[in-house]
């Protein structure tokens, strides 16, 4: 049984690219959940997606940060014109239900040069 | 206000003994729920054990314990038998119950850092 893909492992981009985070969820998992891990520090709750709809994006940025679920495929977490305190570590992790454990990727590891 | 505090940014423990580290939590909601994640120099967060606010037992998985005292909202993690392989970051995590969203929200520790001595 599979657990949480991510890919890119490692992203490097420059600043004002674009950066794309994938993340395929445990099988049988429709709950996802985004957190970004700075240096040194606890992860940090993005959103939480489920199937084609945002449930709670509160802990993401307004600006350059979007995040989807299609019906079919991976979540997608997408950083615009990416700027130097993007550089973190983005961690996705799925659920069964809501209220149910939550099981993490290797998560991503984004570079901004 | 920290929701999740973890006092302790590091910690040492021979190989063999058994080592404590410290979560307290913050918390008005009557159910929420506890994790432990272990993240290791690879980077990756491995689930360890989790404790819900109406379980009357402590939570056990293998060697890991959790110390759950609800009246002092402290979630301790209790490693018997360290392992070199235990060296690694340990978060602390709390689940609030639902929020205005129909939501959970995980919210974690700045972590301990452990390191087994041979």
């Known amino acids: 049984n599979a657990g949480v893909m991510q890919n890119p492992r490692h992203l490097v981009r420059r600043r004002g690219q674009e950066a794309r985070l994938r993340c395929s969820p445990m099988k049988g998992h429709s709950h996802v959940y985004w957190y970004r891990q700075l240096p040194e520090e606890g992860l940090k709750f993005m959103v939480y997606l489920q199937k084609e709809n945002i449930i709670d994006e509160s802990g993401m940025p307004k600006e350059r940060f979007s995040a989807e679920f299609p019906k079919e495929g991976p979540s997608i977490l997408r950083i615009q014109q990416v700027v130097r305190g993007d550089s973190a570590a983005y961690f996705c992790a799925s659920s069964l239900g809501h209220k149910e454990t939550q099981y993490f990727g290797p998560g991503t590891r984004l570079l901004v040069l | ?118």
């Open chain 2, 1 to 118: 206000a920290q929701k999740i505090t973890q006092t302790q940014p590091g910690m040492f423990v021979q190989e063999k003994e058994a080592v404590t580290l410290d979560c307290t939590y913050d918390t008005s909601d009557q159910s929420y729920g506890l994790f432990w994640y272990k993240q290791p120099s690879s980077g990756e967060m491995i689930f360890l054990i989790y404790q819900g606010s109406y379980d009357e037992q402590n939570a056990t998985e293998g060697r890991y314990s959790l110390n759950f005292q609800k009246a002092r909202k402290s979630a301790n993690l209790v490693i018997s038998a360290s392992q070199l392989g235990d060296s690694a970051m340990y978060f602390c995590a709390m689940r609030e119950g639902l929020l205005d969203s129909g939501t959970y929200k995980y919210i974690f520790g700045t972590g301990t850092r452990l390191k087994v001595l041979a």
